[in-house]
T-cell receptor, first 113, second 109 residues
Framework: DTEVTQTPKHLVMGMTNKKSLKCEQHMGHRAMYWYKQKAKKPPELMFVYSYEKLSINESVPSRFSPECPNSSLLNLHLHALQPEDSALYLC????????????FGPGTRLTVT | QQPVQSPQAVILREGEDAVINCSSSKALYSVHWYRQKHGEAPVFLMILLKGGEQKGHEKISASFNEKKQQSSLYLTASQLSYSGTYFCGTETGTYKYIFGTGTRLKVLA
């Protein structure tokens, strides 16, 4: 199984809502990532988990809260988002956090109204 | 600082060759290459770990010059399926990962 799954595929939320994005992989990878991608731009790294510990937080606003409950699962909790947070949110995993290829999920298309 | 890719965009006819360059102002631990088709997730193509390393994958190959902090992706005898946006990805420190500016490639029949 070389697949990273993400749910939901699409999400529309108001600025006062609380929602969560979910990512799952069963490849035995010990590094997991959240990226944000705006149209026609490269993915931007938000968070890196290595062995279920948060290793990198790229100065992401606190309205985004990551969680790694176990080695296969990664969540991104969203609260009080702004319209400019609308983007494609990609999850990725790799065998370890350095020197290895990343496998991406299909992404969640988020629209904040 | 984000690696800069050149060219920004390129249009090819089937069977033509292309070269995409990735240049960083920071020392690189490794270089990864990905292709992203419209509306889809990036797909891994190859990774280069050592200075001067070259790799090939069917008709797609790449080189990495660690000293110059540059990598190049070579697409030979391009096919329609090669169309998409190509990104280099680089590791510049512990777990720090950054994508290049991207190169849009379109292959015409």
């Amino acid at each position: 199984d070389t697949e990273v799954t993400q749910t939901p595929k699409h999400l529309v939320m108001g600025m006062t809502n609380k929602k969560s994005l979910k990512c799952e992989q069963h490849m035995g990878h010990r590094a997991m990532y959240w990226y944000k991608q705006k149209a026609k731009k490269p993915p931007e790294l938000m968070f890196v988990y290595s062995y279920e510990k948060l290793s990198i937080n790229e100065s992401v606003p606190s309205r985004f809260s990551p969680e790694c409950p176990n080695s296969s699962l990664l969540n991104l909790h969203l609260h009080a988002l702004q319209p400019e947070d609308s983007a494609l949110y990609l999850c990725a995993s790799s065998l370890r956090a350095q020197g290895r290829e990343q496998y991406f999920g299909p992404g969640t298309r988020l629209t904040v109204t | 600082q984000q690696p800069v890719q050149s060219p920004q965009a390129v249009i090819l006819r089937e069977g033509e060759d292309a070269v995409i360059n990735c240049s960083s102002s920071k020392a690189l631990y490794s270089v990864h290459w990905y292709r992203q088709k419209h509306g889809e997730a990036p797909v891994f193509l190859m990774i280069l770990l050592k200075g001067g390393e070259q790799k090939g994958h069917e008709k797609i190959s790449a080189s990495f010059n660690e000293k110059k902090q540059q990598s190049s992706l070579y697409l030979t005898a391009s096919q329609l399926s090669y169309s998409g946006t190509y990104f280099c990805g680089t590791e510049t420190g512990t777990y720090k990962y950054i994508f290049g500016t991207g190169t849009r490639l379109k292959v015409l029949a």
